[in-house]
């Protein structure tokens, strides 16, 4: 049995609670961070330092802590070669792309668009910085674009654990109003994960509580 400590709301837990729904595997997820709070206390702090989600421990084995290396033990641990490819050579051009996400795109749009435009709502973006937030973020998506080609998947025919954590942020690119990009092969990326249920269920989900402080 695997257990998830963070909330729904947030796009690190979604990345894993989608990754363990495809995978098949046994689990309870424990609302925490945020207006649950929790994150703060000593034994929460005693499994993860930061402060922050998710945590997931599985059985009785040792937290773990920062959703990409969760996601990758979950995939290694449980999933098949096409979901983590055991060739080094053929995984590293899908992980080349999940710590892209990371350090590139993530930074740039959920930093400075969707931060400023949800988490800090209530204090409006001045329209000059938005511009300059949002076209940031333009050519990053346009790389991602060329990358996925006729995919479907970042990995061909085949979703990966790369996909977990590139395709996660996705849904609040879609769904946040800002000027985007034309690209029509993210377009039809983002459409393929939208069919997928266990994607609906874990990443489709609503974030106007996030517009609320704690």
Avoid at 4 to 32: C, F, K, P
Avoid at 97 to 115: L, N
Wanted: hydrophobic share 40%.
């Amino acid at each position: 049995m695997l257990t998830v400590w963070g909330r729904a709301t947030s796009s690190n837990v979604q990345a894993v609670m989608w990754t363990i729904a495809e995978l098949g595997l046994a689990h309870q997820r424990h609302d925490i961070g945020h207006v649950h709070g929790g994150n703060k206390t000593p034994d929460y702090l005693d499994m993860n330092p930061n402060g922050l989600v998710p945590v997931l421990r599985d059985g009785d084995g040792a937290p773990m802590w920062e959703s990409a290396a969760i996601v990758r033990y979950l995939v290694a641990t449980y999933g098949d070669e096409a979901f983590w490819p055991r060739d080094p050579a053929a995984r590293v051009q899908l992980d080349m792309w999940a710590e892209w996400i990371k350090t590139s795109f993530g930074p740039a749009f959920a930093g400075q668009v969707f931060r400023p435009l949800v988490q800090l709502g209530s204090t409006p973006l001045p329209p000059e910085q938005l511009k300059v937030a949002t076209e940031a973020v333009k050519p990053l998506a346009l790389m991602l674009d060329r990358r996925l080609g006729d995919g479907p998947y970042l990995g061909g025919a085949d979703l990966t654990f790369a996909d977990m954590i590139v395709g996660n942020l996705l849904y609040r690119y879609y769904t946040l109003d800002f000027d985007r990009a034309v690209t029509p092969a993210l377009d039809a990326y983002y459409a393929r994960l939208s069919a997928r249920p266990h994607y609906r269920e874990h990443v489709m989900v609503s974030y106007e509580s996030l517009r609320t402080r704690p």
